[in-house]
Nanobody, 121 residues
Framework: VQLQASGGGLVQAGGSLRLSCAASGRTFRSYVMGWFRQALGKEREFLAAISYSGGNKFYADSVKGRFTISRDNAKHTADLQMNSLNPEDTAVYYC???????????????WGQGTQLTVSS
């Protein structure tokens, strides 16, 4: 599967943004979808994951209550709605597809190219 992340940009602190991940291929519903980010000079960080059907969602404590992951298996997309953004959320955001849920990036087989989010204070 090939993944294409989009929706990044520049937003003011307190604002919201929605990232989208478009997947190619007919097996999209076979993958757990995850979102990660990597800030400059920092390690990649797990944010959220969603199960094959979308019935189960998992969040890192750092974004719980602010970010919401969703998926549309008919459209082959997985989105990340981000609210109450702050400058610490500035990073490159990546979507990923894996065969089972994990917070470890190494467990995801496919990655999108990343989209930059910058939050200004």
């Amino acid at each position: 599967v090939q993944l294409q992340a989009s929706g990044g940009g520049l937003v003011q602190a307190g604002g919201s943004l929605r990232l989208s991940c478009a997947a190619s291929g007919r097996t999209f519903r076979s993958y757990v979808m995850g979102w990660f980010r990597q800030a400059l000079g920092k390690e990649r960080e797990f944010l959220a994951a969603i199960s094959y059907s979308g019935g189960n969602k998992f969040y890192a404590d750092s974004v719980k209550g602010r970010f919401t992951i969703s998926r549309d298996n008919a459209k082959h997309t997985a989105d990340l709605q981000m609210n109450s953004l702050n400058p610490e959320d500035t990073a490159v955001y990546y979507c990923a597809a894996g065969y089972k849920y994990s917070e470890l990036g190494s467990q995801y087989a496919y990655w999108g190219q990343g989209t930059q989010l910058t939050v200004s204070s």
